[in-house]
């Protein structure tokens, strides 16, 4: 500790009881630990120094933002340091002629979107919660306008990274493509604190639209539903969300925001582009959804409402937690081919009830990814053991048809155990590249692999 307060001032450096126990658990229901401090760099140097200092005391390193994360990514098993970037949140520099940002890693979404709306651009990753950039990075997270915009391995340009040795070291470029060398975007992206920490994030950004468009579309089954997604997509017409939210869902999104939606498999839809456009894109969707014999499907075209429409779609999680007090949020998180996502669906619907669990199904289905939100009483161990085999499930279905056991939540420790099952002998080179970078597992160790 006193070799850390040489580098870092010590009004930065805290052992405090609550300031550690913020620090050890993130909003999963896996089991919170203790750091044995936590440290608040300001720069890519102080980072580099903290990195030196453990790297020769061997002690741990966890990178932390916000603590937004599922799966248990920012817990300290080991102990050690957490990294904790809340003070790294400048803008550091828009680049508008080239639709490029350069960012901290503390940078929250919302407050990154808010200096972009003066240049008429705004930042597309939208997973819900306000998160650090940082931290979005870190889990390649996505969220509702993937289907559109693309994940966060997409908009990330150039990323700085702090090596477990203490090199300061870039990934990439500000040019828009290059076919130098090997993609080191890509292998930092997704990785979740376990080969380097971000100090600079450098970030695709795009024109905020003319025109908006969102509105709902309620049917009488979840096939029906799914149906529509798959048809709407191949129609070719340009949606920038298109989230699925079933009717178990639906009930909780009207206690919790006190809305009046139909209580039936719902889907969420926005359109993006010019006004003549967009209303060809809205005549077309009506078409292909009436075909389907849909219940409904009713616009809102001010902002208010628009807003109000998708705060209660990135509001289900907090609903069901609202809904029912006293027990633990588990959310899958599972990755299918367009062509399976309606009998993976059908089947995490068909196991839900078999195991009596409470929760519902929601997704962004544009990109065929979906969550089922449970909510378990982490204290019931037979319960506990009915939502992991339900995991195992509908992590397994998705397997055996070409799928991810993650499609943005990353792997942390919830998702360990599924790695070898979905990567076979790509898992070795995996580990041998961390281990590579990190020969003393002091980055995030325990997380992704059982041995890192």
Not at 94 to 113: A, E, H, I, Y
Not at 160 to 178: N, P, Q, R, W
Request: with cysteine; net charge negative.
């Amino acid at each position: 500790m006193d070799e850390l307060l040489t580098a870092i001032p010590k009004d930065r450096v805290s052992t405090n009881t609550i300031i550690l126990e913020q620090h050890s658990k993130d909003e999963s229901y896996h089991k919170p630990s203790l750091p044995d401090a936590v440290v608040y760099p300001v720069n890519a140097e102080e980072v580099s120094e903290i990195m030196k200092i453990a790297s020769k005391h061997k002690a741990p390193i966890v990178p932390f933002g916000l603590g937004t994360s599922l799966e248990g990514h920012v817990i300290p098993y080991n102990g050690g340091i957490s990294l904790d970037f809340s003070l790294m949140d400048n803008v550091i520099e828009v680049l508008p002629d080239d639709f490029l940002v350069k960012v901290q890693p503390g940078v929250t979404r919302s407050k990154l979107n808010q200096e972009l709306k003066k240049y008429g651009l705004f930042f597309s990753v939208d997973p819900g919660a306000d998160a650090t950039l940082g931290g979005m990075v870190a889990t390649n997270a996505s969220g509702t306008t993937a289907v559109k915009y693309g994940i966060m391995r997409d908009q990330v340009r150039d990323l700085e990274v702090v090596l477990a040795d203490g090199t300061i070291m870039h990934t990439g470029t500000l040019a828009a493509k290059s076919s130098s060398g090997y993609n080191l975007n890509g292998l930092f992206t997704g990785s979740e604190g376990t080969l380097g920490c971000f100090t600079e994030l450098t970030l695709r950004v795009y024109g905020i639209p003319e025109m908006i468009m969102a509105g709902r579309a309620s049917f009488h089954s979840v096939d029906k539903a799914v149906e529509a997604v798959v048809n709407i997509l191949s129609a070719g017409i340009q949606i920038a969300r298109i989230e699925l939210v079933d009717e178990l869902s639906m009930k909780q999104v009207n206690k919790f925001s006190d809305t009046n939606y139909d209580e039936m498999p719902t889907l969420f839809i926005e359109f993006h582009g010019n006004e003549a456009g967009l209303m060809q894109d809205v005549e077309f969707t009506k078409e292909i959804l009436a075909d389907l014999d849909n219940h409904e499907f009713e616009f809102e075209k001010d902002t208010q409402a628009r807003n109000q429409l998708w705060d209660a779609r990135h509001n289900v999680a907090y609903a069901f937690k609202h809904g029912f007090p006293g027990r633990q949020l588990m959310t899958t998180d599972v990755c299918l081919p367009l062509s399976e996502l309606a009998g993976g669906i059908e089947s995490a619907r068909t196991e839900l009830g078999k195991y009596d669990l409470k929760g519902g199904i929601v997704g962004h289905v544009g990109d065929g990814n979906y969550h089922t939100t449970l909510m378990i009483d982490t204290e019931n161990q037979e319960e506990v053991e009915k939502a992991d085999k339900y995991n195992r499930h509908i992590v397994e279905y998705a397997l055996k048809r070409g799928g991810s056991c993650t499609g943005e939540h990353g792997v942390g420790i919830g998702k360990m155990k599924y790695q070898s099952l979905e990567h076979g002998n790509s898992l070795q080179v995996m580990q041998t590249i961390k281990k590579t970078l990190d020969p003393n597992n002091l980055l995030n160790p325990g997380k992704i692999f059982y041995n890192g």
